[in-house]
């Protein structure tokens, strides 16, 4: 089956550790992107790639890295200088980041920090 | 990238259309409008996507008008499984994915 993979789904990390989030696409897309999510709220865009060894940071870069060293992948880290690192983690996949692009959803990591 | 606008929070009843309109003043001319849909603690999926005028597909319908400062998801006949956040995008030729807060919409029996 083609789709886009995410995991763990629930990932619990002791304050200060680093964490990595695994993303993982067989749709053969270019772009790839990491969001994060917190209760109540929209989803807000940490990084995207829109091809292997390149990304950009979204609007809360800060606290998390990530990787792109081959098409299919896109991990993040999620490092100890994040201040409020619990959330619900989203990754996406598409063709191209040209406006008519349809994105397709993992099924998210839940990461809580104690 | 265009700022959408969007309301909210709606309410309705089974049975009924739903019609949620997304604003976007600053739309340039290469950028199309998508909708996705959001249960919670999932991952958003596509609804429909649309450059002008009219888009209907098994799910929705996508109304544009000529100037294209807005747009308008409609939903016919909505059920308790039409309840989610439904998120409207505008995307330009380096489009980001930036979400807003969207509009949750609550179905009652």
């Known amino acids: 089956d083609g789709g886009i993979t995410q995991s763990p789904k629930y990932l619990f990390r002791k304050e200060g550790q680093n964490v990595t989030l695994s993303c993982e696409q067989n749709?053969?897309?270019?772009?790839m992107y990491w969001y994060r999510q917190d209760p109540g709220q929209g989803l807000r865009l940490i990084y995207y790639?829109?091809?292997?060894?390149?990304?950009q940071k979204g609007d809360i870069a800060e606290g998390y890295s990530v990787s792109r060293e081959k098409k299919e992948s896109f991990p993040l880290t999620v490092t100890s200088a994040q201040k409020n690192p619990t959330a619900f983690y989203l990754c996406?996949?598409?063709?191209?980041?040209?406006?008519?692009?349809?994105?397709?959803f993992g099924q998210g990591t839940r990461l809580t920090v104690v | 990238l265009a700022k959408t606008t969007q309301p909210i929070s709606m309410d309705s009843y089974e049975g009924q259309e739903v019609n949620i309109t997304c604003s976007h003043n600053?739309?340039?001319?290469?950028?199309?409008i998508t909708w996705y849909q959001q249960f919670p603690s999932q991952g958003p999926r596509f609804i429909i996507q649309?450059?002008?005028t009219k888009v209907t597909n098994e799910v929705a319908s996508l109304f544009i008008p000529a100037d294209r400062k807005s747009s308008t998801l409609s939903l016919p006949r909505v059920s308790l499984s039409d309840t989610a956040v439904y998120y409207c995008?505008?995307?330009?030729?380096?489009?980001?994915?930036?979400f807003g807060a969207g509009t949750r919409l609550t179905v009652k029996p």
């Open positions: 996406a996949s598409s063709f191209s980041t040209g406006g008519n692009t349809e994105a397709f």
């Open positions: 749709l053969n897309h270019d772009a």
């Open positions: 790639s829109q091809i292997v060894n390149d990304f």
């Open positions: 600053n739309i340039a001319t290469n950028d199309y």
């Open positions: 649309g450059y002008k």
């Open positions: 995008l505008v995307g330009d030729l380096n489009n980001d994915m930036r």
